[in-house]
């Protein structure tokens, strides 16, 4: 039997810009991103969420484990990693 998951990772990091403005601050860093002069990487994760796309038959599965559910739409299976 296979299973499905999606994994998701979330990077993240503070950035400081001067700037006289804040459109010039969001153009700045949006420059910086574009130029490549900033780029995330393993040192910016903060976490990780596994999840199940759900499809009806996995319906019948989830039941016999003792789910209570009448359709895919009653589940939000989410593991957090961290």
């Known amino acids: 039997m296979q299973f499905t ?3 998701r990772e979330t990077l993240e990091r503070r950035i400081i810009i001067e700037a006289d403005t ?3 601050a969001i153009q700045e860093i949006e420059r910086r991103i574009n130029a490549e002069e900033i780029v995330l ?9 596994i999840t ?13 484990c003792g789910e209570d559910v ?4 009653d589940l939000d299976i989410v593991v957090d990693l961290w």
């Open 22 to 24: 804040m459109a010039d």
């Open 52 to 64: 199940m796309p759900l499809s009806e038959n996995l319906l019948p599965q989830l039941r016999d």
């Open 70 to 73: 009448k359709n895919k739409n």
């Open 5 to 7: 998951f999606d994994y």
């Open 41 to 49: 990487d393993s040192e910016d994760f903060v976490g990780g969420e």
